[in-house]
């Protein structure tokens, strides 16, 4: 419908107050896929070039991706806008993605009309019914928006919801003559969520529960962290000398060259990090879910009550008792939590016994960090030489695949308060997510070097963003694809249980460098380790999107190296020796 006149001060198409009330809550990028369904929407966008602008994916799943790593960036909800069924299905992928990774997002879903409701229209769904709401759910809260007058309230609520203890999505769905409806209901100003900090009385305890430890362990990670978070997080370890180790794919919680780094703990734990869980005779978990990632298959930590000593902190009460009878629950929201622990002071001439423990704690990740050389391509050469070129604030992504192995393990990722988030990955182990937060990143923050590693049945998922890439101007954009013929993580699996009988499991792929050419990038191939540095030299020097094509064995990441190790983890977690 086009934007009519209208003798109502304020009064205007609601698809352009749903804009308005976008901008009012910070909002400047959109992504998703155009849809006749919100065509509202997006002459509200035009309306308001320059304030605002509207990101055109090539895949709903990219999309969703995309704004997901913005929510993940920015602290705010990041926004997508599909259309219905068949986008939002598309989409929802990157909705499960945000629930599992604690990550505030907002997903606008276009609807059939109003008057055509339940009669299963063209694409209609109910979303409230897809998508619903509940611990194990994918989303936070899912509504229908009915009334124009309303949507403003609609939309602050959903970012008062997904930003409100543990920050997740949210779903609001809009019919298209809703969307078409004159209203004059002013937008709501801009929102941020209540925080919730932990009483004296839990400090107090905490502290007490530090002074009588002798091998203390503090696991981070979560949602809601930022910058300030962070560095009052290392000033608290500093001050009580504590090992603190990032769960899956949160390692940038924690400047990994500080001395008091432990590791990560999650897929490919290090045994001597595994054993260091399991032995500490405290654990302060603050801010993670303790899934089963971070929890070794709830084995590290055993429920519903774990031989260790165990404080739980975390922003949502529905998570405190869930599956782990703590000893300590504190709800606290991790943007306000190491805030507080920063004020505990130890006793004056208070020895810390588990000085040797830390010291040991980082020692054993030090020497995690020296890996195998296996030729033609050595990947922990790659990922060094990553280390040594870029600068510490560049930010990385990654998908899923055993791939993603060799960037967890050997680089070595800085803090939030060093530079903003510079790890975007999915603890909900989704394939496809890397490149598409690597374009967000690069169209969001673009005087930042963005890095995407990516396996090669993980490129093929999303790959075809690379169009949004070249058409919305990213820059500092690299993209590393890692090439073995095969869907590896499967493939590894299949020779453990089923040797030698390997099946659906092996890819034929195209020829990645000519394929990112046809998009408009730069592309380099790889087959030895040697050609890996001159290709990224170019990349740096030209600060152009540049994919590089890296050729490996399907051996070395299916059996060499990963096989082994996680067959030692296996054997670690039923106690018999390797």
């Known amino acids: 419908m086009p934007l009519r006149p209208s003798s109502i001060p304020g009064e205007r198409l609601a698809g352009h107050a749903l804009v308005e009330a976008l901008i009012a809550q910070g909002v400047d990028t959109i992504f998703g896929v155009p849809g006749e369904s919100f065509l509202a929407v997006l002459d509200g966008v035009h309306e308001h070039k320059g304030r605002i602008r509207f990101i055109a994916c090539r895949h709903e799943g990219g999309a969703a991706f995309m704004a997901e790593a913005a929510g993940k960036l920015t602290g705010r909800p990041g926004v997508c806008l599909v259309t219905r069924a068949p986008g939002a299905t598309n989409a929802s992928i990157g909705l499960h993605t945000a629930f599992q990774d604690s990550t505030p997002l907002v997903l606008l879903i276009g609807q059939v009309a109003s008057d055509q409701r339940d009669r299963e229209a063209f694409q209609e769904v109910d979303y409230r019914q897809m998508l619903g709401p509940g611990t194990l759910g994918m989303a936070k809260w899912v509504a229908e928006v009915q009334d124009a007058d309303r949507l403003p309230e609609y939309l602050a609520r959903a970012f008062h919801t997904a930003q409100q203890g543990r920050p997740g999505p949210v779903v609001l769905a809009l019919p298209e003559d809703m969307l078409t409806t004159l209203t004059a209901a002013p937008v709501l100003p801009r929102v941020s969520p209540a925080v919730a900090w932990p009483s004296p009385a839990d400090l107090l305890a905490l502290q007490a529960r530090l002074e009588g430890a002798d091998r ?294 195209p020829d990645f460098a000519a394929l990112a050419r046809a998009y408009g990038w730069a592309a380099h191939t790889a087959e030895q380790t040697e050609a890996v540095e001159p290709a990224l030299r170019e990349a740096l020097r030209s600060q152009q999107p540049t994919l590089i094509h890296l050729k490996l064995p399907v051996e070395v990441s299916t059996s060499r190296t990963t096989l082994s190790n996680i067959r030692e983890a296996a054997l670690k977690r039923k106690g018999t020796s390797a």
């Open 216 to 509: 203390p362990l503090v696991l981070v990670g979560g949602g809601g962290w930022t910058v300030e978070a962070c560095a009052a997080l290392e000033h608290f370890a500093r001050t009580w000398h504590l090992p603190v180790a990032c769960v899956f794919r949160r390692q940038d919680l924690f400047d990994n060259r500080d001395a008091l780094y432990a590791g990560d703990v999650g897929i490919g734990i290090s045994p001597a990090l595994a054993d260091r869980v399991r032995n500490a005779d405290l654990i302060i978990a603050l801010g993670p879910r303790l899934g089963e990632m971070t929890t070794g298959g709830y084995e590290l930590l055993q429920p519903p009550r774990p031989h260790q000593q165990l404080v739980h902190i975390h922003a949502g009460a529905e998570e405190l008792g869930r599956v782990y009878a703590a000893d300590q629950v504190i709800q606290a929201s991790m943007s306000v939590a190491a805030l507080a622990l920063q004020t505990l002071r130890p006793e004056d001439h208070f020895a810390f016994p588990w000085t040797e423990w830390t010291s040991a704690a980082h020692a054993d990740y030090q020497r995690n960090q020296q890996g195998t050389a296996v030729q033609p391509m050595d990947m922990t050469t790659v990922i060094q030489l990553l280390n040594r070129l870029l600068p510490p604030d560049t930010i990385y992504t990654n998908g899923a695949g055993n791939y993603s192995g060799w960037l967890h393990r050997f680089h070595r990722y800085s803090a939030l308060h060093q530079g903003g988030r510079t790890q975007l990955a999915p603890t909900s182990g989704a394939m496809g997510y890397g490149f598409p937060a690597a374009v967000a990143a690069s169209l969001l923050q673009k005087e930042r070097w963005v890095v995407n590693l990516a396996g090669d049945g993980d490129f093929l998922m999303t790959g075809q963003e690379m169009a949004t890439a070249m058409a919305h101007g990213a820059r500092r954009l690299i993209s590393i694809v890692v090439d073995n013929g095969s869907y590896g993580t499967i493939r590894m699996h299949q020779e453990r249980e089923y040797p030698g009988r390997t099946s659906g499991s092996d890819l034929h792929n």
